[in-house]
């Protein structure tokens, strides 16, 4: 049978709650194992190899294991309880819009529709995450709990947020993308694998410069270590344009002179 056929027999033809809704916490918990499980094998086996302590970008505040292992256990508690009841919701909405789980989209489509994904995506993280930053209140009730247990790093504190935050400065941004352009839910199940590597990469605390295409980890840490600048995730459009990223700047040319 053809991916169209297995498409249309499993995803057009099913009952349409499983296709938006549990289709999309299944893309959610794939992609999740995905984008973590080779961070996962380097902090349990390799933290120590020579080459692993070299790409740490934080070498001398190495993150304790207990503590690494408290991150570990809030993240499994968000995906198997908040991400299940959002991923739902996102469901009923995509549904809501009349997002098409007819014939499958084109590659030119699918690659046109993630690319806007990503610029509304690190719009809308962008203005969130300041927000979150800026309100003293917003801070200390929310965004603190994704802060204060990671001045360094790891790829699994991408999901280590407070209910709130992982609804709406992480949720939304995620599905606007695809609600606002109606896109194929094969076309979302797509960009939650991207979305999820990206937001693992920002955070595994290791500058693997083969991975820095997708993002390099060192902007998302320098804003962990110095709770300040960095605040958009793929293109990091808005800091650039309005300077949140000066800091990070110098920062980086300070470092880099010191090598030489
Ligand atoms: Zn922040
Ligand atoms: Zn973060």
């Keep these: 049978m053809t991916v169209e056929g297995l498409w249309i027999k499993y995803g057009t033809e099913a009952p349409w709650y499983v296709t938006y809704c549990v289709y999309s916490y299944l893309a959610l918990l794939s992609a999740t194992f995905v984008a ?4 996962l094998i380097i902090e349990v086996f390799f933290k ?3 080459y692993i302590v070299s790409r740490q970008i934080n070498p001398k505040k ?5 503590k690494y292992w408290k991150i570990f ?8 309880t908040h991400s299940v009841g959002s991923s739902v919701f996102a469901g009923l909405l995509f549904r809501w819009r009349g997002c098409s789980i007819g014939p499958l989209p084109s590659i030119l489509e699918v690659v046109v529709s993630i690319f806007c994904f990503m610029l509304i995506e690190d719009t809308l993280f962008y203005w969130i995450h300041r927000l979150l930053h800026w309100s003293e209140f917003l801070y200390k009730h929310v965004h ?7 001045q360094n790093t790891v790829s699994v504190g991408h999901q ?5 935050e ?5 949720g939304l941004p995620f599905i606007a993308g695809p609600l606002l352009l109606k896109s194929h839910m094969v076309t979302f199940f797509i960009w939650t694998f991207v979305m999820m590597i990206e937001s693992s990469i920002a955070h595994c605390g290791y500058d693997f410069p083969f991975l820095n295409f997708i993002q390099d980890a060192r902007v998302h840490a320098y804003h962990h270590s110095h709770y300040m600048d960095n605040y958009g995730s793929y293109f990091n459009l808005w800091d650039k344009l309005l300077g949140t990223n000066k800091n990070f700047k110098q920062y ?3 470092r880099l002179a010191k090598q030489k």
Excluded: D, V
């Design 62 to 66: 190495s993150m304790p294991t207990e």
């Design 160 to 164: 280590y947020f407070h209910a709130i």
């Design 73 to 80: 256990k809030g993240f499994m508690r968000g995906l198997l």
């Design 252 to 254: 980086e040319q300070r």
């Design 48 to 50: 120590n190899h020579p």
């Design 166 to 170: 992982l609804s709406l400065g992480a």
């Design 144 to 150: 603190i709990h994704h802060h204060e247990e990671l």
């Design 36 to 39: 973590n499980l080779p961070f």
